[in-house]
C-alpha cells in the first residue's frame, strides 16, 4: 500500500512538474499565472520530497525488513496502519489546499516570513503547513515501530553486524529521523500557531527568519539522507546480488554510513552561508560540509571494487542501481561548490542548487526503481518484461541527464523564476524536452508492472542466481506468516525450527506484549480472536487518522483565533469529538501482537517492546521541547538577553512546580501499589496524580487569563504600557500551551487507566501503569526546564524603542510619494509612517575605493539621498534560499541616473554586513529610479549596477553585481539572481503588473 500510494504521488509530483518545464519554454508566463508558478513550484518540491520519496523507500522497509530480519511482521501493526493512514491523509489534505484559495506558495522550504499570514494569506497555505505536520505525525509513528522492530524482533543468531545492507540502511535512516522530524514537527508547530493562533515567532524582528532557516535546516540536510539511505541499501544489495560478490569492505562500509547518520546534523548551516552567521561558525560549517564527504568515498570505493571483483549481470535493476550511483557521484561533486563558502556566494539562488539538488536526491533515489524491479517478482509472484525494463532505464537516463545537466550549463537562471535570460532559452527548451521523455519512461514502467502482473510468467521463489537475503528463501509472493517455521541463525546459516512453540515469553510478568487493549495469551493458537494467527485487522487507525484530518481542515479556516467560516468551525467540533471517541476505541481494542520469544535484541536486551516503544517517543518528543525551547532562547539572546523583564510571577511558577513533581511520585507509588496488587492503593494513588495535574492546569489557566484579561497581553500583542514584547510573550505562551497540551494528554491517559484500574485491571500486569509513569515523569521534566527560562531568567525591563514586530492585523498603506523624503511604510510592520522632511536627508558622496579588472568602467561617483528611520528594524533579504539578515536600518535612496554607476555608503553598526541585495522600480521619467539596500556594516557596502541590469521603467533588475570589503580583504557576487527572483513573486498579492511605485506592489519587507 505504501510503494502503491507513493507511485501515484510520483505522477501527482511528475505532473506539476512538467507544469513547471512548459511554463520555462520560453522567458514570462506560458501556462500558469504567476501565483499558480509559484503554487506549483511549492507543491511539486513539498509532494517529490515528503509524499514520494520517502514513504516509496519505506513501502520497501514494510515489505522486507520484517523478511529480511527472520520476523513475523513489523514490532505494532495498528501504529503501521495508524502511520499508513496519516500518511495518506496527509498527502489528501495538502491536494485539498489548492481549493482553499490556493496552497502555500514560497517554495518547498517555506522560508519566513514569507511563510506567515501578511504573505501568504490564504487558508490553502494554512492547510498545506498542516498537512505537513499531519505527514509528520505519521512519520514518528512509523519510526518508533521500525526501531522497536529493528531493535526487538531479530531472529536469534542474527547479530547488528548480520543483518543485510538495506535492513542496515532503513535502521540507520529512522535514526536519523527518530530526531529530524521531530525538529520539522517543532517546526512546522511554531508555523502553525503564527498561522491560527496569532502568534509572532516567524514574523520577528529578533532573528524570526533566521530562526526558520536554522530549525527546517536542522531537519533538512539530514532529510538528505533520509531520503538517499534506503537507496543506497537497495543499491548496495543490488550490487551484490548482480555482481555474484559479497560487499568489498562490508564493516569499513557500515561504519562510514554511521558517520554519515551522526555528521548529517552537523551541517544544515551551509545552506545559511549567505546569513548574518560570522564567518568562524560559516568555516566550521565549510569544513563539516566537506569532511562528510569522505565516508561517502568509501562507500563508492566499495561500491566500485565490488563491481571490479565481480561477474557483472546487466539486468534492469542493477542498471538503475549503476545509473543511480552515476547520477549520485554527480550530484556529489557539483555538491561541493556549494558547500565552499565564496563559491556558495555565486551559486547560491541559481539553477545550479536545483540541479545538484536533484542529481542527489531524485538521482540517488534512482536505484529504488531497481529496487521496484528486483523485488517485483517476490512481490506478486509475476516476472516482469526485461527488454520493457531496459527501455524503461534508458528513456529515464537520457531524459534525467536532459533535464537537469541542462540547468548547470544554464546555471545563471534565478531558481523558482520563469523570467530569465532569453540567451538560456534553447537550455531550458532541451530541459522541457527531456521532462517529457523522463515522464514518458515512467509509463513505460507503469505499463510493464500492469501487463506482467495479468498475464505475466510465474516468478520462481528466487529468480536471481546471486541473492543472499532471506525474503528469497520463502515462495513468491510470501505468506501471511512470513515462515513456514521459527527463523533461525544460531548455526550460522538461516534454517527454519519446526514444531517450534508459539512465540511469547509466558509468566505472569512477560506475557505477550499487546497493542494497546487487552493482554494476549502466552499460545497464540489458544487466543480467542484467531485460531491461527494474531489479528492484523482494525479499523480503529483509519478512524483516528479521519479524525486528525477533519480537526485540522478545521484549524485551516482559522486565524487569530477567529474562525473565517462557520463549516471550519464545525468541523473542529466533529474532529476532536471522533478523534476522542476513536482513541478510546482503539485503546480498548482486543489486539493480540505478541513478541518474538526467540530473538537478538542488544542493546536492548531485556527491555520489553512496548516499554522500548515509550522510550523511542520519548527521545522524539524531547527534541520537539528542545526545538522550541531553542527557539524561544535563540529569539530572546537577538533580542537582547538583558533586556527581558520576566513576563510571570515567579510565585505561580514555584507553585506549578511543586504540584507537578508531587504527581510524579504520586505516579511512581501507583506503580509500587499495582505491583503489590493494591487495588484501593492504585485507585488513589492515580486519583492523586489526576487531581495534581488538573491543579497544575487550572494555576497555569489563572495564569494566563491574568495575562490576557487583567493586562490585554495576546499571543502576538502586548500594550505600548507594558515592559514586554510581543515575541516574548510569543515565546511564553507556544511554550508552556505546548507544555499544557501535554499534560492534558497526559489526564486523559490517566482517566482511562483510572477507570480501568477501577474495573480490576493492572493487578497482574502492571507494565501500562508503567508506561504512563514514563509519559508523565517525561512531561514534569520538561517543566523543570521552563521554570527557570520563564520565570526566573530575567533581567531588566525592555527597551520599548527596540520593538518591530510583524503585526499581521494591520493593513499595508503608503506615504502618496515617491519623492525626496517619502517614507514608505513597510506592509504589516509596526512602524512609523511618518514623512521625513528634506532636511532630515542627508547627501554624501563616497569614493570609489576599490578597482577590479572585470567591473565595467563605471569609476563616477553618485549622490545618494538618505532617509533615516529612527526605528530600527530588521528585515528578510531572500530569494528562496535563505538570505536573511539581521538588519539594523533600512532606507530608500534616489538615484539620479539609470546610467551605469558606483554608490557607497558607510554606516556604523555593530554587525558586519554579508550581502546587498537591491531591487529597483521605475517611475517616470525613465531615469528616476529607487534603490533600496539593506545592510548592516562596519564597512562600506557597494552597489555595482552594470549596463545590462535593465533598470528602466516598470522592471526588475536582472542582473547586476555588489561587492563590499573591509579594509584588508574583499569578496564579491557577480549576476544578482536575488534581484530577478522576485519577478516570480509577482503574484504573491495580486496578478498586478508593476506600475510606477514599486512598494503598491510588492511587500516591501522583502527584499530580493
Not at 516570513?113 to 503547513?129: E, K, Q, S, W
Not at 483516528?544 to 477533519?550: D, H, Q, T, Y
Not at 510592520?829 to 542627508?842: F, G, L, M, T
Not at 552597489?943 to 533588475?957: E, I, K, N, Q, T
Request: net charge negative.
Amino acid at each position: 500500500m505504501y510503494t502503491l500510494t507513493a507511485l501515484f504521488f510520483l505522477i501527482f509530483g511528475g505532473a506539476l512538474a512538467l507544469l513547471i518545464r512548459f511554463q520555462l519554454w520560453e522567458p514570462g508566463a506560458q501556462v500558469l499565472s504567476g501565483s499558480a508558478y509559484n503554487e506549483a513550484v511549492t507543491a511539486h518540491g513539498l509532494v517529490m520530497v515528503f509524499w514520494f520519496l520517502s514513504p516509496f523507500a519505506f513501502g520497501f522497509a514494510n515489505y522486507f525488513i520484517p523478511l529480511q530480519i527472520g520476523a513475523d511482521d513489523l514490532a505494532f501493526p495498528r501504529l503501521n496502519a495508524l502511520s499508513y493512514w496519516l500518511y495518506v491523509l496527509s498527502g489528501a489534505m495538502l491536494a485539498l489546499s489548492f481549493f482553499q484559495g490556493g496552497t502555500m506558495n514560497a517554495g518547498w522550504t517555506l522560508y519566513a516570513p514569507l511563510n506567515v499570514p501578511a504573505y501568504t494569506p490564504t487558508i490553502g497555505a494554512t492547510g498545506a503547513v498542516l498537512g505537513l505536520s499531519m505527514f509528520t505525525i505519521g512519520v514518528t509513528a512509523s519510526t518508533v515501530n521500525f526501531l522497536v522492530t529493528i531493535h526487538h524482533s531479530r531472529a536469534e543468531g542474527m547479530g547488528l553486524m548480520d543483518m543485510p545492507m538495506f535492513t542496515w540502511s532503513i535502521l540507520l535512516t529512522t535514526w536519523m529521523m527518530l530526531f529530524a522530524f521531530a525538529s520539522l514537527l517543532a517546526t512546522t508547530l511554531i508555523l502553525a500557531s503564527d498561522r491560527i493562533f496569532g502568534s509572532v515567532f516567524l514574523s520577528a524582528t529578533e532573528g524570526g527568519s533566521l530562526l526558520w532557516g536554522h530549525l527546517f535546516w536542522f531537519f533538512g540536510h539530514p532529510e538528505v539522507y533520509i531520503v538517499f539511505f534506503p537507496a543506497l541499501g537497495v543499491m548496495l544489495e543490488l550490487f551484490q546480488t548482480f555482481a555474484g560478490k559479497r560487499l568489498v569492505g562490508r564493516k569499513w562500509v557500515i561504519i562510514a554510513m554511521c558517520l554519515i547518520s551522526i555528521q548529517s546534523f552537523l551541517v544544515w548551516m551551509h545552506h545559511m552561508f549567505l546569513t548574518t552567521i560570522n564567518l568562524e561558525i560559516k568555516t566550521l560549517m565549510m569544513a563539516t560540509t566537506i569532511g562528510i564527504s569522505l565516508p561517502f568515498d568509501l562507500l563508492v570505493f566499495a561500491l566500485i571494487y565490488t563491481l571490479i571483483k565481480g561477474r557483472i549481470q546487466l539486468t534492469t535493476p542493477f542498471l538503475f542501481a549503476f545509473g543511480a550511483l552515476l547520477l549520485f557521484i554527480l550530484g556529489g561533486i557539483t555538491g561541493v561548490f556549494l558547500g565552499a563558502i565564496v563559491l556558495d556566494y555565486e551559486f547560491r539562488g541559481t539553477y545550479w542548487v536545483v540541479a545538484h539538488f536533484h542529481y542527489v536526491m531524485f538521482g540517488g533515489a534512482t536505484a529504488l526503481f531497481g529496487g521496484l524491479y528486483y523485488w517485483f517478482p517476490k512481490m506478486t509472484g509475476k516476472m516482469y518484461d526485461e527488454f520493457l525494463g531496459k527501455v524503461h532505464f534508458v528513456a529515464f537516463f537520457i531524459g534525467f541527464n536532459a533535464v537537469y545537466f541542462s540547468m548547470f550549463t544554464a546555471w545563471e537562471t534565478p531558481r523558482r523564476v520563469f523570467e530569465y535570460d532569453p540567451a538560456f532559452t534553447g537550455l531550458h527548451q532541451i530541459g522541457t524536452i527531456g521532462a517529457m521523455v523522463l515522464g514518458l519512461s515512467f509509463f513505460i514502467m507503469f505499463y510493464n508492472f500492469a501487463k506482467s502482473y495479468v498475464a505475466g510468467p510465474d516468478a520462481p521463489e528466487n529468480p536471481w542466481d546471486y541473492s543472499r537475503t532471506a525474503e528469497w528463501t520463502v515462495p513468491s509472493p510470501p505468506p501471511l506468516e512470513n515462515w513456514p517455521g521459527r527463523p533461525s541463525y544460531a548455526s550460522g546459516k538461516l534454517e527454519f525450527v519446526k514444531g517450534a512453540i508459539a512465540d511469547g515469553d509466558g509468566g505472569s510478568r512477560n506475557q505477550p506484549a499487546t497493542d494497546g487493549g487487552h493482554a494476549g495469551h502466552a499460545d497464540g493458537a489458544a487466543y480467542p480472536l484467531d485460531e491461527d494467527h494474531p489479528s492484523h485487522a482494525s479499523i480503529w487507525p483509519f478512524a483516528v487518522s479521519f479524525s486528525v484530518l477533519l480537526l485540522f481542515i478545521g484549524l485551516s479556516g482559522t486565524q487569530s483565533f477567529s474562525v473565517t467560516h462557520p463549516a471550519y468551525g464545525a468541523l473542529i467540533v466533529i474532529g476532536l469529538v471522533s478523534l476522542v471517541y476513536s482513541g478510546l476505541k482503539f485503546a480498548l481494542e482486543d489486539f493480540y501482537a505478541p513478541p518474538m520469544k526467540f530473538a537478538e535484541r542488544w542493546p536492548f536486551k531485556g527491555i520489553e517492546k512496548t516499554k522500548l516503544g515509550m522510550w523511542f517517543f520519548i527521545a522524539s518528543d524531547i527534541m520537539v521541547f528542545g526545538a522550541i525551547i531553542s527557539a524561544g532562547i535563540f529569539i530572546r539572546v537577538n533580542a537582547g538577553w538583558m533586556s527581558w523583564h520576566p513576563l510571570p510571577k515567579a510565585s505561580f511558577g514555584l507553585l506549578n512546580t511543586f504540584v507537578i513533581l508531587t504527581s510524579s511520585f504520586a505516579v511512581i507509588l501507583a506503580l509500587e501499589m499495582a505491583r503489590q496488587q493494591n487495588r484501593e492503593g492504585l485507585l488513589a494513588s492515580l486519583g492523586a496524580t489526576l487531581l495534581l495535574g488538573t491543579t497544575f492546569l487550572g494555576i497555569k489557566g489563572y495564569e494566563w487569563y491574568e495575562k490576557v484579561v487583567h493586562e490585554g497581553i495576546t499571543l502576538g500583542y502586548v500594550p505600548e504600557e507594558l515592559p514586554y514584547t510581543a515575541v516574548q510573550a510569543t515565546t511564553y505562551y507556544v511554550t508552556t500551551g505546548l507544555h499544557a497540551v501535554h499534560v492534558i494528554i497526559g489526564l486523559i491517559a490517566g482517566a482511562f487507566l483510572f477507570v480501568r484500574a477501577y474495573q480490576g485491571k493492572f493487578l497482574d500486569d502492571d507494565r501500562p501503569v508503567e508506561y504512563f509513569g514514563l509519559y508523565w515523569h517525561f512531561v514534569d521534566i520538561v517543566w523543570v526546564f521552563l521554570f527557570p527560562i520563564f520565570y526566573l531568567m530575567w533581567s531588566g525591563p525592555v527597551d520599548r524603542n527596540s520593538r518591530s514586530t510583524l503585526d499581521n492585523s494591520r493593513p499595508a498603506t503608503r506615504d502618496p510619494g515617491p519623492g525626496p523624503g517619502a517614507r514608505v511604510t513597510q506592509l504589516g510592520y509596526r512602524s512609523y509612517s511618518e514623512r521625513v522632511s528634506e532636511s532630515d536627508s542627508k547627501s554624501r558622496r563616497c569614493p570609489v575605493s576599490h578597482n577590479h579588472p572585470t567591473w565595467p568602467n563605471t569609476r563616477s561617483a553618485a549622490q545618494l539621498s538618505i532617509h533615516p528611520v529612527a526605528d530600527p528594524l530588521s528585515l528578510s533579504v531572500g530569494d528562496g534560499e535563505n538570505k536573511t539578515l539581521a538588519l539594523g536600518g533600512y532606507h530608500s535612496f534616489r538615484l539620479g541616473s539609470a546610467e551605469p554607476m558606483e554608490s557607497c555608503l558607510a554606516f556604523a553598526q555593530e554587525n558586519t554586513c554579508t550581502e546587498s541585495a537591491y531591487v529597483a522600480s521605475g517611475s517616470s521619467p525613465a531615469s528616476s529610479h529607487y534603490l533600496s539596500l539593506a545592510f548592516t556594516s562596519s564597512t562600506p557596502a557597494t552597489v555595482f549596477p552594470d549596463s545590462s541590469s535593465g533598470l528602466r521603467s516598470g522592471s526588475l533588475a536582472t542582473r547586476g553585481r555588489y561587492c563590499l570589503w573591509p579594509p584588508d580583504s574583499w569578496f564579491c557576487r557577480a549576476s544578482v539572481s536575488a534581484t530577478s527572483a522576485y519577478t516570480a513573486r509577482r503574484s504573491i498579492w495580486e496578478e498586478s503588473p508593476f506600475v510606477s511605485d514599486f512598494w503598491a506592489d510588492l511587500p516591501s519587507g522583502i527584499l530580493c
